[in-house]
């Protein structure tokens, strides 16, 4: 069983950075595909970014350029850093896991963007 445990959320102000965090049990981490998604009020959840087991990434292209998601498999996290914030990346973010096995996900932690 896999879980997912997300920190680094909070408020900050337009044009702050924050980095989130997300640290995973089990042994699956570096053969997975992890992600950031994220869910506005109102809204359905959306990929933020992703990033293969070789390294591959992609992101939103609302977010390209300001965000970056990185991976330390040694440590079983992957992280999202956020520069630039604007208030409309207002959203609870959650942290993904896809593998073979199934896709897990985290609880979510929220960040809000004050403008």
């Known amino acids: 069983q896999v879980q997912l445990v997300e920190s680094g959320g909070g408020l900050v102000q337009a044009g702050g950075s924050l980095r989130l965090s997300c640290a995973a049990s089990?042994?699956?981490?570096?053969?997975?595909?992890m992600a950031w998604y994220r869910q506005a009020p109102g809204a359905e959840r959306a990929m933020v970014a992703r990033l293969g087991s070789f390294g591959t990434t992609a992101y939103k292209d609302s977010v390209r350029g300001r965000f970056t998601i990185s991976r330390d498999n040694a440590k079983n996290t992957v992280y999202l850093q956020m520069n630039s914030l604007k208030p409309e990346d207002t959203a609870v973010y959650y942290c993904?896991?896809?593998?073979?096995?199934?896709?897990?996900w985290g609880q979510g932690t929220q960040v809000t963007v004050s403008s």
């Open positions: 993904a896991l896809h593998h073979n096995s199934g896709d897990y």
């Open positions: 089990g042994n699956i981490f570096s053969l997975s595909v």
